[in-house]
């Protein structure tokens, strides 16, 4: 990478947290992004120097765009969108949507998303193969993760503004959720 870094971000999807970067050479019209260290977009000469990049990230094939802006002069401001919101926005909702635990499990580390609105399960980047079971109190989604039996219990609140509350067991033991 050169020293035309112009812009760095973390985005957090179901399969994993992505680096994004992008390089912007000013004079060169030079623009290069990376998603976890590859080379996925290069335009060089480029002698418009404001406008817009699109590109995709994550196994899901999430749209993300760069949005290059001349502030005054020749200062830049560089925003990340994700599926058209900006990236603050999109993680407010995201955290919304989904729930997200990390735990080590015989000495790895093991990101769990689960997707509220499809009830899928992702460890690491793979989607989890499940077995959903409607239960006395709510649903239990089961998988197993290594030689471990897991399970996500989603159950009502009782009250509509929280509505429902997704927990991840592992052998039984409650699993605190994170938040990204």
Excluded: P
Excluded at 8 to 36: M, N, P, Q
Excluded at 42 to 66: C, P, Q, Y
């Amino acid at each position: 990478m050169s020293n035309d870094l112009a812009g760095v971000w973390e985005v957090a999807l179901s399969d994993g947290v992505h680096r994004i970067e992008f390089e912007h050479g000013t004079t060169t019209g030079k623009r290069v992004i990376y998603v976890d260290g590859k080379e996925i977009l290069r335009r060089d000469w480029m002698f418009k120097l404001v406008g817009k990049e699109a590109f995709n990230v994550g196994k899901s094939e999430t749209k993300a765009t760069i949005n290059i802006d001349a502030v005054s002069g020749f200062a830049y401001e560089y925003t990340l969108e994700i599926n058209g919101k900006s990236l603050k926005k999109y993680m407010e909702n995201r955290s919304k949507v989904t729930s997200t635990w990390v735990l080590n499990l015989d000495g790895i580390d093991c990101r769990v998303v689960l997707e509220k609105d499809t009830m899928d399960v992702w460890c690491n980047g793979q989607n989890i193969e499940t077995a959903g079971e409607f239960v006395d109190d709510g649903t239990e989604t089961h998988f197993t993760l290594g030689d471990h039996n897991c399970c996500v219990k989603a159950v009502s609140s009782g009250k509509r503004r929280d509505g429902i509350i997704h927990t991840l067991l592992v052998d039984g033991t409650e699993i605190a959720e994170c938040t990204e």
